[in-house]
């Protein structure tokens, strides 16, 4: 087991990627194609999917690429966007404890997928916890990377006009907001996101409106607090 | 945007990931609990920020003039109904996407 640890490693945690790694490579191709449609280079969407890693900022990024320069409110956007990521990591606190090295990688690595996968999955018998873990994530990263190169390499090869392929980033929010739909019994907390963005829109026009309405979100999100909580907070 | 603002840009949105990936080793890796507010948030904030995204998407889209939004909300219906359908990702998202290529190219082009 010792010698051939990081083999059986990676021989148990790549059936668990195989979802994974079909659905990367269909949002990563897209992204690349998406990218390339919007007149970058393949080199955009290769290093922005290896220094990001985040598939759905990834698409906004390119959306923030193509606005006028405001990098304040593209660091405040990740945050809102990414803040689930905070959750991940504290659930994960005692799982990458003491995994040494290869620790600053696992939370690097720490999407969305790598989370439901390495949250959930029992190691099998006989391997090591660490190298699955890290097997897991380095594979669904070299998906994701590879995906997105490859749509940003070969989207001018496309037979087909695509147009309106941009709306993958809208269908994508659509499926994760009904995915979270289940988390919150009431729906109170989405709708009061759509009545925030909306009224944010309304006022602020779609240049400005984002960065209102992020912390009219938070700012609502806390002072409902005890009503979201039923008191039990 | 010239360049370096285009690294500026992509820069702040690596920095923003990786602070959402590695604040809660470095705040609570001895152990301390989160605080209720931080773990409320973790809650109620996703759907939130979900919501706000979609109108993010749609900011440009114009509901009082043209086509009035229609190739927009006929194809979210589309991926509403396929994902509750299907409850696949992917098939929700490439039927959804394909329909409005289709509307926007040829429907309401």
């Given at each position: 087991m010792a010698q051939n640890g990081w083999g059986a490693a990676l021989r148990a945690a790549f059936p668990y990627t195989v979802p994974i790694f079909a659905g990367f490579w269909f949002l990563g191709l897209t992204y690349g194609i998406y990218m390339h449609s919007a007149g970058f280079s393949f080199v955009y969407p290769m290093l922005m999917s290896m220094a990001i890693f985040a598939g759905s900022m990834e698409f906004i990024a390119t959306s923030l690429l193509l606005a006028p320069f405001d990098p304040l409110a593209a660091l405040l956007l990740t945050l809102m966007v990414n803040g689930r990521h905070v959750f991940y990591g504290i659930s994960m606190l005692e799982r990458y404890k003491g995994l040494g090295w290869k620790k600053p990688f696992l939370i690097f690595w720490l999407c969305d997928e790598t989370f439901s996968i390495n949250y959930t999955a029992n190691t099998p018998a006989g391997i090591d916890r660490g190298r699955f873990y890290f097997c897991v994530s380095i594979l669904n990263y070299l998906y994701w990377v590879s995906g997105a190169t490859l749509g940003g390499l070969f989207g001018g090869l496309l037979a087909f006009d695509t147009k309106g392929l941009s709306f993958a980033m809208t269908a994508m929010f659509v499926v994760i907001f009904l995915e979270q739909?289940?988390?919150?019994?009431?729906h109170r907390s989405m709708f009061l996101g759509f009545a925030v963005a909306v009224l944010a829109l309304l006022a602020f026009g779609p240049q400005g409106f984002m960065i209102p309405a992020m912390v009219g979100i938070l700012a609502g999100l806390l002072a409902l607090r005890s009503r979201f909580t039923g008191g039990a907070a | 945007m010239t360049m370096l603002e285009q690294i500026v840009t992509v820069g702040a949105c690596v920095l923003g990931t990786m602070a959402t990936r590695f604040l809660p080793f470095l705040l609570f890796g001895r152990g301390e609990k989160p605080p209720a507010v931080i773990r409320y948030l973790g809650d109620f904030l996703p759907g939130a920020v979900f919501a706000l995204l979609i109108v993010y998407c749609l900011k440009d889209v114009s509901f009082l003039t043209g086509y009035h939004g229609a190739p927009e909300l006929i194809a979210i219906a589309a991926t509403t109904a396929l994902h509750l359908a299907f409850r696949q990702m992917l098939i929700s998202i490439f039927g959804g996407t394909a329909l409005y290529m289709v509307l926007v190219q040829f429907v309401f082009p």
């Open positions: 739909w289940k988390n919150d019994p009431e | -």
